[in-house]
T-cell receptor, first 114, second 118 residues
Framework: SQTIHQWPATLVQPVGSPLSLECTVEGTSNPNLYWYRQAAGRGLQLLFYSVGIGQISSEVPQNLSASRPQDRQFILSSKKLLLSDSGFYLC?????????????FGEGSRLTVL | AQKVTQAQTEISVVEKEDVTLDCVYETRDTTYYLFWYKQPPSGELVFLIRRNSFDEQNEISGRYSWNFQKSTSSFNFTITASQVVDSAVYFCALSDLDRGSTLGRLYFGRGTQLTVWP
């Protein structure tokens, strides 16, 4: 069966420090991968998505970047964190074929920028 | 542009009451998908249902039921005989289909926090 795991689960970082959140998927090949952010009191916002290794699309301009160095690995990064980067980050995957748009989410990473 | 509105920020009910969560969407696409996800306190989102734009038939799954009406652009979710374990944030979402691929970008509403009291 397929599983998705992301880490760290919780992170407290000072403003201006770097960030790296990692997500891995097991049990499937060539998944579509996504990073979502859930800010307090708001819905989930799509940040990045990827249909293959090295292929990254950004939905909104921001202080963050994403990379996909391996087929089932998706990384969210920042060189210098801002206070506004605080939030709950969720990685997700969907099948490359078959059901349209059904996403499977990881456990989430809660980032607090102080 | 895709937009999903969940006007109810918070709902509180007592166990065994029925509760309906509202969802209104906007899209220019003729083909699209709608979803409901549940986010329990643990934080992980759990898929509940997917409905495509050509299928307006209502669906029932146990205590859950969904009412899709294209005429009003609504996709409402009803929980019958609610239970404490139903307490969670519920998100309605609309897909953005990338033609020629199976990429499913979802656009979420702000969510409705449902609290079921014993």
């Amino acid at each position: 069966s397929q599983t998705i795991h992301q880490w760290p689960a919780t992170l407290v970082q000072p403003v201006g420090s770097p960030l790296s959140l990692e997500c891995t998927v097991e049990g499937t090949s060539n998944p579509n991968l996504y990073w979502y952010r859930q800010a307090a009191g708001r819905g989930l916002q799509l940040l990045f998505y990827s249909v293959g290794i090295g292929q990254i699309s950004s939905e909104v301009p921001q202080n963050l970047s994403a990379s996909r160095p391996q087929d089932r690995q998706f990384i969210l990064s920042s060189k210098k964190l801002l206070l506004s980067d605080s939030g709950f980050y969720l990685c997700a995957w969907s099948a490359p074929t078959g059901f349209y748009g059904e996403l499977f989410f990881g456990e989430g990473s809660r980032l607090t920028v102080l | 542009a895709q937009k999903v509105t969940q006007a109810q920020t918070e709902i509180s009910v007592v166990e065994k009451e029925d509760v309906t969560l509202d969802c209104v969407y906007e899209t220019r696409d003729t083909t699209y998908y709608l979803f409901w996800y549940k986010q329990p306190p643990s934080g992980e989102l759990v898929f509940l249902i997917r409905r495509n734009s050509f299928d307006e038939q209502n669906e029932i799954s146990g205590r859950y039921s969904w009412n899709f009406q294209k005429s009003t652009s609504s996709f409402n979710f009803t929980i019958t005989a609610s239970q404490v374990v139903d307490s969670a944030v519920y998100f309605c979402a609309l897909s953005d289909l990338d033609r020629g691929s199976t990429l499913g970008r979802l656009y979420f509403g702000r969510g409705t926090q449902l609290t079921v009291w014993p």
